[in-house]
């Protein structure tokens, strides 16, 4: 039983003074936990004083099978599936500490995270429960890694469908191996594009498909859109759940508003690297055009917030920008101070609102008697200052399923694994004005 806390339930947008009591769900809460404690031979007591006890956070957008790539050349060339899978289990663990006890992962490489999923449902290893899809579909127009996807054929997290057989046929495989979700990249990258973003690579035809193919087999469908017509599009096709939806115009947003259609922003890559790229070196271009996407899509997302689309916190760990058990919360901190949501709000996206989207609804994402006991305690009040999640060591207690995780014993350090990094000659080219500079 945990005492002596505030406790934040998701249920309502205040925290009150109550005890929780749980063995694997929650017990019971306030006086009916004492009364419950009483009853008890044996009850371990958890002082929470000067902290909150909260649902466990739902990180959205989570990539646990990439291991944090500098590259997609790294992503696609230097994994290889054991290896991959093993690694990603050390990092579900990483992410479990940081009080994420769910999350959603929407692609993979290889069938890496479908298998992570259910070794953590069977109890051989220690993570959060998972939804997850599996390879993103893609056009040969290619996504976000450009002319690294090839014209046909699986690479990294992608599959490649070219015609729409393609698109009926690689959906139906996924669901024999058992996916969550349907994964489509609706918008990517190409050479001298001349709009801001990314441009639309499926049309509505397609879209619209993919999605009534997801629906017959009983699979919610999810698309990856970083411009206005993409999410219009999705949200017309009938997609449940739009990652990113940045630089919507007035039609996207009314599609959105009017399906009610959950958005996942995600803004927490362009965040950190918009804050911090001076630090791990990325450039002064890069750094202008993330903060800008952040706060120029920001006041969109804010209106289709408004009108009834549900915000979700996704985080886009996996990256190098965004390393495992560092950024979860950072999400919140955007909906805050770029969209002006409370802080009850923003917790409420990362807690109930994600639950409720991805499926756990009736298991997680609040406190409440015989819901699963995801716990955490955080050191202060997150209610207040959403950013108290970002001070080192915020969370002192994580509770899954009613078991606590070890936050103590420290993770086996990590050694270099062979050919999983990118290696490189050098940083810069040695010309001889290069080499006479550093004379």
């Not at 449940?240 to 630089?247: G, K």
């Not at 804050?275 to 997302?301: I, K, N, P, W, Y």
């Not at 990256?319 to 979860?328: A, C, N, R, V």
Request: aromatic share 6%; net charge negative.
């Amino acid at each position: 039983m945990i005492e002596n806390g505030k406790l934040f339930d998701s249920v309502c947008d205040t925290a009150r003074d109550a005890a929780i009591a749980f063995d694997h769900a929650v017990v019971a809460i306030g006086a009916e936990a004492e009364q419950w404690a009483a009853r008890q031979d044996h009850v371990v007591r958890i002082d929470a004083a000067g902290k909150t006890v909260m649902p466990g956070l739902i990180d959205a957008h989570c990539h646990i099978s990439f291991d944090e790539p500098m590259s997609n050349d790294e992503l696609f060339f230097h994994r290889r599936e054991g290896l991959a899978a093993i690694v990603a289990a050390h990092n579900a663990r990483k992410v479990l500490r940081a009080g994420v006890t769910t999350m959603f992962d929407a692609d993979t490489i290889f069938r890496v995270s479908l298998d992570l999923r259910d070794a953590i449902e069977g109890g051989l290893v220690e993570g959060p429960r998972m939804a997850c899809g599996g390879n993103a579909l893609f056009t040969s127009v290619g996504g976000t890694a450009g002319m690294l996807v090839p014209d046909e054929g699986a690479i990294g997290y992608l599959k490649v469908t070219r015609t729409r057989d393609e698109i009926v046929t690689e959906i139906r495989r996924q669901a024999k191996y058992g996916v969550d979700w349907i994964k489509i990249h609706a918008t990517g990258l190409i050479p001298r594009q001349k709009q801001a973003g990314e441009i639309q690579v499926w049309n509505y035809d397609e879209l619209k498909l993919a999605a009534d193919t997801a629906h017959e087999l009983g699979l919610p469908i999810v698309g990856h859109c970083r411009n206005a017509s993409s999410t219009r599009d999705c949200a017309l096709a009938g997609f449940d759940m739009i990652l990113h939806a940045t630089y919507m115009d007035d039609a996207a947003l009314k599609a959105v508003i009017d399906a009610r259609v959950p958005i996942v922003p995600t803004l927490t890559f362009q965040a950190v690297l918009a804050d911090h790229g001076a630090t791990v070196g990325a450039s002064a271009f890069l750094q202008d055009l993330f903060a800008r996407e952040v706060s120029e899509s920001s006041v969109m997302l804010r209106a289709a917030f408004d009108g009834g689309a549900p915000i979700l916190c996704g985080s886009e760990s996996g990256f190098s920008i965004t390393p495992y058990g560092e950024w979860h919360w950072r999400e919140m901190q955007v909906l805050v101070e770029n969209l002006g949501l409370t802080p009850a709000q923003a917790i409420a996206s990362a807690t109930r609102e994600s639950a409720r989207v991805l499926g756990f609804g009736d298991r997680t994402g609040t406190l409440e008697p015989g819901k699963a006991a995801d716990i955490i305690l955080v050191d202060g009040d997150p209610l207040a200052d959403v950013t108290v999640f970002g001070r080192e060591d915020a969370v002192t207690h994580v509770f899954k399923d009613g078991r606590a995780v070890d936050l103590a014993t420290p993770l086996p350090e990590r050694r270099p694994l062979p050919s999983w990094r990118v290696s490189q000659y050098s940083t810069v080219i040695a010309s001889r004005a290069a080499a006479m500079r550093n004379k």
